[in-house]
């Protein structure tokens, strides 16, 4: 379960104070994956980085009692020194898993030969983020973090192995979605919630919240 009690956060922008939550309060329970609605701008990745942790709110209280994903794509902890091989094994060892499976994993799922045992920092933008993206499907979590949907490379072959995974794993984990465009939660959630001017409204169904989204664009 991730739940926030009373939730707020905000920053100061120089000019003012933009408010992403105020006082909001949401579970989410495993097997009900979620899908929150965000116009741009709003505060989607500071709401994803505090759900895992990369963020502490200002007030209020975060509680997890399961296995929650860093997000989609998120390079903090990778060295770019060290090759992903390096950064696959070590990263298994803070998890407890064996390093050998996420190395051999991420090794299958990115598919870059011989650069994978070279420095992350020689690779180009699409090689690091087909690695990331592997490393955090080897790992396996309960709830899965994603802001704005599953990056989408230029390989074409990684996108259907990563896809298939990633089906394959919310067929027992669950995922938050946020995304400005409903068409992006559709595919994986049944509940949603918009988050509009630091307040979080919930909705008894996707489409529900489609609707009042729609109406208040």
Same mark, same amino acid.
């Given at each position: 379960?991730?739940?926030?009690? =009373? ?6 922008? *120089?000019?003012? @104070? ?13 097997? &009900?994956?979620? *899908?929150?609605?965000?116009? =741009? ?6 709401? !994803? &980085?505090? /759900? ?6 200002? +007030? ?12 989609? *794509?998120? /390079? ?8 992903? &091989?390096? =950064? ?38 699409? /090689? ?24 989408? %490379?230029?390989?074409? +072959?990684? &996108? ?8 394959? @794993?919310?067929?027992?984990? %669950? ?9 992006? !939660? ?9 988050? @509009? ?21």
């Amino acid at each position: 379960m991730l739940e926030f009690d =009373n939730v707020s956060k905000s920053f100061w922008t *120089g000019t003012r @104070r933009k408010v992403i939550l105020d006082q909001a309060s949401f579970r989410v329970e495993l097997g &009900n994956s979620l *899908g929150i609605l965000a116009p =741009n701008g709003t505060g989607k990745t500071t709401l !994803i &980085n505090m /759900m895992c942790g990369l963020e502490k709110p200002d +007030e209020g209280t975060i509680r997890r009692t399961c296995r929650i994903s860093f997000p989609l *794509g998120f /390079m903090g902890g990778v060295v770019t020194k060290h090759s992903a &091989n390096e =950064n696959a094994r070590y990263i298994a060892r803070i998890y407890g898993l064996d390093p050998d499976y996420v190395s051999a994993f991420t090794r299958w799922l990115t598919d870059i030969d011989e650069y994978f045992d070279m420095p992350v920092g020689t690779y180009s933008a699409g /090689m690091r983020q087909r690695f990331t993206f592997s490393l955090l499907l080897a790992l396996e979590f309960d709830i899965y973090l994603i802001d704005e949907g599953m990056p989408q %490379t230029t390989d074409v +072959e990684f &996108n259907r192995k990563a896809g298939a995974v990633l089906y394959d @794993r919310l067929k027992t984990a %669950t995922v938050v979605i946020v995304s400005h465009q409903p068409a992006t !939660i559709e595919k994986f959630c049944r509940s949603a919630a918009i988050l @509009r001017d630091g307040r979080l409204y919930s909705f008894e169904s996707l489409a529900e919240a489609k609707q009042y989204y729609d109406y208040t664009a």
